[in-house]
């Protein structure tokens, strides 16, 4: 589970008496945990999750700082009787990470629990013309004329408490909707960048996810390009860069995971009409060679994965993160594993010290250029920086 660290600061301020009271479902989430942790100083808060275990870590974590005024954790829907804002933070799920069913099985759920006072705010990230499908739901069920803004989460892993205060808030909507939703995000700090409708907001956060995504793969293919010819692109990246700012946006090549970009790209390419030159499943298409290609890399230099002892530094998801959720560097241990070799997952440079192996595989560039393991027999064994390149011991050849 991920753990998400509580760092309060008392901000209380006079809070308007329309958001008196805040439901927020889906909060003991990875993305609902750090948002009722960044918005609970500012107002009274009740914390829905249908995850039981959760609910009772949360519960007893929260109840350490008063401050947070998180007022109540439970699984029940009943606390959305009375409340002033709704915040939807459910997280992504199924094979592809997709948030529809679970979107339209909670608002079949909640729908005679919202009254026309209310103000939803969606920050689950969902694909465009979401929004518009649930109030249709919504509106069969129990007709009402809520006001709904999505508000899509943007802030990066493991820094929500800070950015989410510090980031403008995009909110896409009718304009009573974001009016309200402006006001709320303005008690606290926040500044707001207002679109005009559902879509728009939707799309927002699954651009701004994809375009990163998309960056990263064009420098994986130019790796695997350059090798082609024996050029190193990271050599080239680091040339073109220098004193020329229009080539500054150039990524490193690597491994990308976690649980939002490849996810969000994916949603990209679903809303792809036919016929549309579809960029975002080219993107993960690149991602996929690349790996293959790195682990083959691999795999060629050591002339053979079997019986080969190989570390792996550096199994979150992201340079300096723990966190494993999507994490590439577990399929590629798994993969080398699979070939035959002696898998050793590292999380740090301090533990790659001390085990002696053929091959160390820097996921993220961990390791400073003069550090060589060693083998059994003491030699110095080869290094791989994944996106750099091979950092090779005595006696070592490249492929």
């Known amino acids: 589970m991920k753990q998400t660290t509580v760092s309060p600061s008392p901000r209380r301020v006079d809070v308007p008496s329309e958001f008196g ?33 959760k609910v009772r870590l949360w519960r007893d974590r929260w109840a350490q700082y008063p401050a947070l005024n998180v007022k109540d954790v439970s699984c029940s829907y009943e606390a959305l009787r009375g409340a002033d804002v709704v915040v939807v933070t459910i997280g992504t799920e199924g094979p592809e990470g997709v948030t529809r069913g679970s979107l339209f099985e909670l608002i079949e759920q909640i729908a ?42 943007r802030s990066l892993e493991g820094a929500v408490e800070r950015e989410l205060l510090t980031i403008p808030q995009l909110l896409g909507g009718p304009a009573r909707a974001v009016d309200r939703a402006e006001r709320f995000f303005s008690t606290m700090g926040v500044d707001v960048i207002r679109l005009p409708d559902w879509e728009s907001a939707e799309l927002a956060k699954l651009i701004c996810n994809g375009y990163r995504y998309m960056s990263f793969q064009l420098a994986n293919h130019f790796e695997m390009l350059a090798s082609e010819y024996d050029c190193s ?18 990524s490193a090549a690597g491994l990308v995971g976690g649980p939002c970009l490849p996810k ?25 060679e690349y790996e293959a290609w790195v682990a083959d890399r691999i795999e060629r230099r050591l002339m053979g994965l079997r019986e080969r002892t190989i570390g792996v530094l550096g199994m979150g998801f992201k340079a300096g993160s723990q966190d494993r959720r999507a994490s590439r560097s577990i399929w590629l241990a798994e993969r080398l594993a699979a070939g035959g070799a002696v898998v050793v997952e590292l999380d740090g440079v301090e533990q790659a010290r001390d085990v002696p192996m053929d091959c160390l595989v820097d996921v993220f560039g961990m390791t400073e250029t003069g550090y060589l393991p060693t083998t059994r027999a003491g030699t110095p064994a080869a290094v791989y920086v994944i996106g750099v390149g091979w950092r090779s011991g005595p006696g070592s050849r490249d492929d």
Do not use: K, N, W
């Open 21 to 53: 009271r805040v439901v927020v479902i889906g909060g003991c989430g990875a993305i609902g945990a750090d948002f009722v942790t960044a918005v609970a100083p500012f107002f009274d808060i009740s914390v829905i999750d249908r995850d039981v275990e």
């Open 112 to 153: 005679s629990f919202l009254t026309d006072s209310q103000l939803v705010i969606l920050r689950t990230t969902i694909d465009p013309g979401t929004t518009r499908r649930l109030m249709s739901i919504a509106d069969t069920i129990a007709p009402s004329e809520l006001d709904v803004v999505v508000a899509p989460e």
């Open 233 to 250: 692109y990271d050599a080239i990246r680091h040339a073109v860069q220098r004193d020329y700012p229009r080539a500054y946006g150039l």
């Open 264 to 288: 969000d790209t994916r949603m990209l390419s679903d809303a792809t009409p036919d016929g549309m030159v579809d960029l975002a499943a080219a993107a993960t298409a690149i991602s996929d």
